[in-house]
């Protein structure tokens, strides 16, 4: 076992193209850190790094202490699950969780025992003799996990292992991981695009976008106090709603929220003068869709935090349901605003509001007693807590959010 | 349409029985020649089937022992040539070139397909165009400066002179197809495997050769065949049995005016042995293998 630590790793391919910039972590012995972002954002750089796959441009790479920029991927100590699996197609399962004892030369008895060993812990022993090709997607990609723990390394990498499962398989082997991981307690650095992977998974969790860590915590952080527009979108489904709006104070702070004005509750406000810089200034305003309710099932809040709008759309999951709307009065995001908040290149039209919109379009996570219907209106209550600011220049979170923030 | 689907089988089936009697048959009889005596052979019409098979032809080529039908019409000075006795030479002289043709293949031509799939170095794809178009210029342009480069080397009139030439003739078609096959494989596998504690030359060892078998097995069928029967240098180079190959000696004897035509067919036929079995052996890497290259590159 080891801890893995990054300062100021930077990845700079042959044509100038900087996929990861200045990447400092650290990452505990034992520990299970997620990179997660979209596609491009550099999470699969970061891994082959570490694995040795890929050359460092600037900065350090350490495994348990030792500076393993130039060492050779063979003597890193490391192993790692492929996307794609990688299995060697022509050896059987029990030839492909023993190869890398094979190749450290452990006695054919020896190699055999813990590979046998490792497939009863994946519940592979019926599979031993078959070849990869025989196997279906779950069992692959548990020969590919027998095949990186039989060695005990000192850090597994994986690299979007679940991505080519299908749904409900995904779900079952993303706890079999996490069990797995708590149980034999290796350091773990796992990459995924999928936030809930990420939150469900992870001790910790990295966001990254273009190159660039934006923040680490553990999920519940990043959920709770995202420290940037992209991270508040990026995190939790459906995406936190975002909005611009004018701060002023009044007595106590309360900002605009398409033709009504919201005051701002003790906690949202955050620490005395945090907010002072922006009164007057248009700021923007994000609402999670869990922290919306019916005004008409939701007696508690005060009437003064409510928005209205016309509803769109009605989706009923059951324990829920998710009523889309448009803001009354509100404007479409601004370019800046729009290119903070979500990944580059990749939705691009995702906050695009549709140019028959007259206001955006606002998704509320409501009691499924909510009694509004489609084409009617909603009067959308705002629970305490709820309203999280962010600068419509930079992106950052401001506010009660500014204290915490830990951008690396 | 059940029964026109029957007679359309059945029409298949009837071409490709002609078509497997019209490429068999110059072959079966050329075995069945081998196996008569030259009185029984010279007769008008020749017989197609060997009337009295007998092995006495061979018999003659490997140990030198008359056949006896010769010596009893008195046939055996005009006849019985004694090139035919290096027949057995010129077989040995044929594989061992071949063989190591085959062998020089497959390891430059995997060393050098390798690089070429995988390594990002400038200059590359220049020399791999190159080797490819040193392919293009007719052998016989060559000739001239392969005949004085061996010369000057000492190695006319040798075995190993003929292997060099034939290597760079067949290397440019190995790397090329050992190249797209080597391509053709995912670069995951082989990261796998340097994660899992291989060095590079482990790793293709392991891992990258077992699965490109059907493509080595193409190049060392196509390197071996070509060797094997090659004609124009192996004419123009060698000189004795030391290393005249059985293309050559089969070309002196049946040029010969007293050429018996039983032992010219004794000498087909054991020429024809070795790349039988090479293409039985290998027959179905080389399709695939030729296929597989050709397709996923």
Same mark, same amino acid.
């Given at each position: 076992m080891a801890d893995v630590g990054f300062s100021q790793v930077n990845k700079v391919y042959p044509d100038g193209?900087?996929?990861?910039?200045d990447l400092t972590l650290e990452i505990d012995d034992g520990e299970l850190v997620v990179l997660v972002?979209? $596609?491009?954002?550099?999470k699969t750089t970061v891994l082959r790094m570490v694995a040795g796959l890929e050359d460092v441009s600037g900065g350090e790479i350490r495994v348990g202490g030792r500076v393993?920029?130039?060492?050779?991927p063979a003597e890193r100590d490391i192993a790692m699950v492929f996307q794609t699996y990688?299995?060697?197609?022509?050896?059987t399962v029990g030839e492909n969780i023993a190869f890398p004892l094979k190749i450290a030369k452990l006695a054919p008895e020896e190699r055999a025992s813990r590979a046998r060993d490792v497939a009863r812990l994946l519940g592979l022993e019926a599979e031993?003799?078959?070849?990869?090709?025989?196997?279906s997607g779950g069992q692959r990609q548990r020969v590919a996990m027998g095949r990186a723990i039989v060695r005990q390394p000192q850090v597994f990498l994986m690299d979007?292992?679940? $991505?080519?499962?299908d749904a409900s398989l995904r779900f079952q082997m993303r706890a079999e991981i996490a069990n797995l991981q708590q149980r034999i307690g290796v350091t773990t650095i796992y990459v995924t695009h999928d936030q809930v992977e990420a939150m469900t998974i992870g001790n910790r969790v990295a966001v990254m976008r273009g190159g660039e860590l934006l923040q680490l915590g553990d999920p519940q952080e990043l959920y709770d106090r995202p420290s940037e527009l992209f991270v508040a979108r990026f995190i939790g489904s459906p995406p936190m709603n975002l909005i611009e709006g004018e701060l002023s104070r009044e007595g106590g702070y309360a900002v605009a929220v398409g033709s009504r004005v919201v005051p701002l509750d003790e906690a949202e406000a955050g620490?005395?003068?945090?907010l002072d810089s922006y009164v007057g200034r248009s700021v923007v305003i994000g609402l999670r869709p869990e922290r919306l309710e019916d005004a008409a099932v939701a007696?508690?809040?005060?009437?003064?935090?409510r928005i209205g709008g016309l509803v769109t759309l009605r989706e009923t999951l059951g324990s829920d349901v998710l009523v889309h709307f448009e803001v009354e009065g509100a404007l479409p995001l601004s370019g800046q605003v729009r290119a903070a908040a979500v990944a580059a290149a990749v939705d691009?039209?995702?906050?695009e509001p549709a140019a028959d919109e007259p206001g955006l379009l606002f998704i509320g996570r409501f009691?499924?007693?909510?009694?509004t219907g489609q084409q009617e209106r909603v009067e959308a209550a705002i629970r305490p807590g709820a309203v999280q600011l962010f600068?419509?220049?930079?992106?950052a979170a401001i506010g009660r959010n500014s204290g915490s923030r830990s951008r690396a | 349409m059940r029964r026109r689907r029957r007679i359309a089988t059945a029409l298949y089936a009837c071409a490709g029985v002609v078509l497997g009697l019209i490429i068999l048959v110059p072959f079966l009889y050329v075995l069945s020649a081998s196996l008569q005596t030259e009185s029984e052979l010279i007769r008008?019409?020749?017989?197609?089937?060997?009337?009295?098979?007998?092995?006495d032809n061979y018999d003659y080529v490997f140990?030198?022992?008359?056949?006896a039908a010769y010596a009893s019409k008195e046939l055996l000075r005009g006849t019985v040539?004694?090139?035919?006795?290096q027949i057995p030479k010129g077989l040995r002289n044929s594989f061992i070139v071949a063989l190591g043709t085959v062998l020089i293949n497959l390891l430059f031509g995997t060393l050098a397909a390798y690089t070429f799939a995988r390594e990002r170095i400038r200059g590359l794809y220049a020399a791999f165009v190159f080797i490819l178009g040193s392919?293009?210029?007719?052998?016989v342009a060559v000739a001239v400066p392969i005949y004085v480069g061996l010369r000057s080397m000492d190695l006319l009139d040798s075995k190993l002179g003929l292997v060099l030439i034939y290597s760079a003739f067949t290397l440019p078609f190995s790397v090329w197809v050992l190249t797209l096959y080597f391509s053709s494989l995912p670069v995951d596998i082989e990261e796998a495997a340097r994660i899992d504690g291989c060095t590079r030359f482990q790793a293709l060892r392991h891992v990258v050769l077992p699965l490109a078998a059907p493509g080595l097995a193409a190049i060392a069928a196509f390197s071996f065949l070509f060797s094997y029967s090659e004609f124009l240098f192996a004419l123009f180079t060698t000189e004795t049995s030391?290393?005249?190959t059985i293309p050559v000696i089969i070309a002196s004897v049946s040029v010969?005016?007293?050429?018996?035509y039983t032992l010219i067919a004794v000498g087909i036929v054991l020429s024809m042995i070795a790349p039988i079995l090479f293409a039985l052996v290998f027959r179905r890497y080389i399709t695939s293998g030729l296929a597989a290259s050709l397709t996923r590159g």
């Open positions: 193209t900087t996929a990861v910039r972002g979209p $596609s491009g954002c550099g393993v920029n130039d060492v050779d990688a299995l060697y197609p022509h050896m031993l003799d078959r070849k990869p090709r025989q196997l979007e292992p679940l $991505s080519n499962l620490e005395r003068g945090a007696s508690d809040v005060p009437a003064a935090r691009p039209v995702e906050l009691d499924p007693r909510s009694p600068d419509p220049e930079t992106g | 008008r019409p020749p017989p197609i089937v060997a009337p009295n098979p007998t092995v140990t030198g022992a008359v056949p040539t004694q090139d035919v006795r392919r293009l210029l007719p052998s030391r290393s005249k010969n005016p007293d050429a018996s």
